[in-house]
């Protein structure tokens, strides 16, 4: 964080009230001296968040979420926790600019994105000139206008004789990251631009750099891929972004879904339609990366692939790996044309939108798609498709689409509730693995004497005077984790004349040797009263575990000595230290 000071972020925390902020993203209630909510971070049915104006910090007392207002805001937008600083700074009326913060929390790609970035302006300029004037007729002759164009940032790669590789040579980058970078290709000792004479559409990462180029040919060439895409790279890595995911990812968050689909021009089509929480696969396959970005949005998820074979078992495929991650998953499956682009084209954005209204839920496409290529007045057919369904069923949670699942069943197929009962019951004699709040999770017991270090640690995060009792009655802890905490503690009071929990949760926010456990101290603590008092307590009762141990381990070298004389000053050095716990 070199590039903003720890005073300025502490003057940026200090200024933000935390139940201001958080209460700009879910309601709060007053309740004592604290606030409570409905957590954002986990399905909460009733409120388990409690928000402290007097620490300024929030913990959920279900799944166990816990820090100070930059972590909320990092946590509930899904970015990084600079980003989360300059947002609450936003909020609070304070100048900080994002745009400086990103390029330079990017440090280490500066260059990469830099020539990304050129790459982009010379394709767009292209676009423009005289020489892209079929490329521009054959875009709107697509249905897309000027202002999709340029919101899209869709350009131009020309020929060899007016390339960025000339453009890019000419600034001195080297042609070896060009081509690493995926803008150049290199065979028999010639070097051509890899996108040449194709459209080009930019590629982003979730942070909304340039990452890549997809290249699509408009002048109908035989022989040659219709799309080619931007090869893996340092900064490209397909399988962990999603298509317009920087430009969606707020409008679904306030419209509660978003929508999926296979291509970035069916994103495209259906962005220029007004329908914006719309993000792309650019295929068919969907990796953990992409379930986790969708999963942190935390809305339901619309599948609408392609109205083929391939986009219907990509339907099945992904809506399990999504269902099985806890999103609330549905599905619609077009008909008549290929893909959305094409649907709406030939029936109108409003037969989309109605298809839209009224989402397959997911569990009810498995159950249209377990009949395909099924006669369910055939006896064997008919057995197959009931042990699918009952063993799909098995596999959910939801004791209500159970019961409703097995109903219909019944009746639909004249069958005998009782033994359909009783097969998924069969089914289900390995238990369900079903994901629990935290709050129902044992935790590891501690001892009396780590519950005391740790709540010294939690009196130290509050304030310099129980660092002092610390300093002067302990000054060390025999753990090497609890030893760094209180170093770093000591470290950040003395360094910044003070100290607060939400600051110091903000100091080792980078720290992650330690990270957890002061986030799991914090957690376990927020409702304990500091006094003076309490940190004597604990400090006695600590003193007098690790008194006992020095006894322990004195008795031990006792008796493997064989000298007399120090085996009397082993005595007396015990006898001492009984009567500091005695």
């Known amino acids: 964080?070199?590039?903003?000071?720890?005073?300025?972020?502490?003057?940026?925390?200090?200024?933000?009230?935390?139940?201001n902020i958080v209460s700009s993203y879910i309601p709060l209630t007053q309740k004592g001296k604290n606030y409570v909510g409905v957590c954002p971070f986990h399905e909460d049915h009733s409120p388990s968040m409690s928000v402290s104006s007097e620490k300024q910090i929030y913990k959920c007392f279900a799944c166990g979420a816990t820090g100070n207002v930059f972590t909320f805001v990092s946590e509930y937008e899904n970015v990084s926790f600079i980003e989360a600083v300059s947002m609450v700074a936003s909020k609070c009326g304070m100048e900080l600019s994002l745009d400086t913060i990103k390029s330079n929390s990017s440090n280490v790609f500066k260059e990469e994105y830099e020539i990304m970035e050129l790459a982009q302006k010379f394709f767009v300029n292209n676009l423009k000139t005289k020489a892209?004037?079929?490329a521009l007729k054959y875009l709107k002759d697509r249905g897309l206008d000027e202002e999709t164009i340029k919101e899209f940032g869709i350009g131009l790669s020309l020929d060899s004789t007016d390339s960025l590789l000339n453009l890019l040579t000419k600034k001195n980058y080297d042609l070896r990251d060009l081509t690493e970078l995926g803008l150049v290709n290199e065979v028999s000792n010639k070097t051509y631009d890899m996108f040449m004479r194709r459209i080009t559409?930019?590629?982003w990462d979730k942070d909304g750099h340039i990452v890549g180029f997809s290249g699509r040919i408009y002048r109908g060439e035989k022989d040659v891929s219709k799309y080619m895409n931007t090869k893996e790279t340092k900064i490209f890595k397909k399988g962990e972004t999603?298509?317009?995911?920087?430009?969606?990812?707020?409008?679904?968050?306030?419209?509660?879904?978003?929508?999926?689909?296979?291509g970035f021009m069916d994103a495209i089509r259906l962005s220029d339609c007004g329908i914006k929480n719309v993000m792309a696969l650019c295929g068919t396959a969907m990796t953990h990366d992409q379930?986790?970005?969708l999963k942190k949005l935390r809305c339901k998820v619309i599948l609408c692939f392609d109205n083929d074979n391939a986009g219907e078992l990509a339907t099945v495929s992904n809506g399990e790996e999504l269902v099985k991650n806890g999103v609330d998953t549905f599905v619609i499956r077009l008909s008549g044309e290929k893909d959305p682009d094409e649907y709406i084209l030939a029936n109108g954005v409003d037969a989309f939108i109605n298809n839209m209204k009224k989402p397959l839920s997911f569990f009810e496409f498995k159950l249209n798609y377990l009949k395909k290529d099924k006669d369910l007045n055939n006896v064997e057919d008919l057995t197959l498709y009931v042990n699918s369904v009952l063993k799909n069923l098995s596999e959910s949670d939801d004791p209500i689409l159970r019961e409703v699942t097995i109903s219909k069943l019944a009746e639909d197929y004249k069958l005998p509730i009782d033994v359909l009962k009783d097969k998924l019951n069969n089914l289900n004699s390995v238990p369900i693995k079903v994901e629990e709040p935290k709050v129902e999770v044992k935790a590891e017991k501690k001892d009396g004497y780590v519950i005391g270090v740790e709540?010294?640690?939690?009196f130290m995060m509050n304030d310099y005077e129980y660092i002092k009792q610390y300093q002067n009655r302990l000054g060390y802890f025999e753990s090497p984790l609890y030893r760094e905490i209180a170093n770093e503690i000591v470290y950040y009071s003395e360094s910044n004349g003070a100290i607060t929990i939400a600051d110091f949760i903000t100091y080792v926010n980078e720290k992650d040797s330690i990270k957890q456990k002061v986030m799991e101290i914090v957690n376990d603590s927020i409702n304990e009263v500091v006094t003076?008092?309490?940190?004597?307590?604990?400090?006695?009762?600590?003193?007098?575990?690790?008194?006992?141990n020095q006894i322990k381990n004195l008795k031990q070298l006792m008796k493997k000595e064989l000298d007399v004389d120090k085996k009397m000053k082993i005595a007396m050095q015990i006898a001492e230290l009984k009567k500091e716990v005695f």
Not at 242 to 262: G, I, P, T
Not at 455 to 458: E, G, Q, S, V
């Open 1 to 19: 964080m070199a590039f903003i000071s720890n005073e300025e972020i502490n003057n940026i925390r200090a200024t933000a009230d935390i139940v």
């Open 291 to 293: 379930v986790t970005l």
């Open 455 to 458: 709540k010294i640690l939690y």
């Open 532 to 548: 003076m008092e309490a940190m004597d307590d604990y400090i006695s009762a600590v003193l007098k575990v690790t008194t006992k």
């Open 132 to 134: 892209g004037e079929d």
């Open 242 to 262: 999603l298509y317009n995911y920087h430009n969606a990812k707020d409008v679904c968050k306030r419209q509660k879904e978003v929508l999926v689909v296979e």
């Open 201 to 203: 559409f930019p590629l």
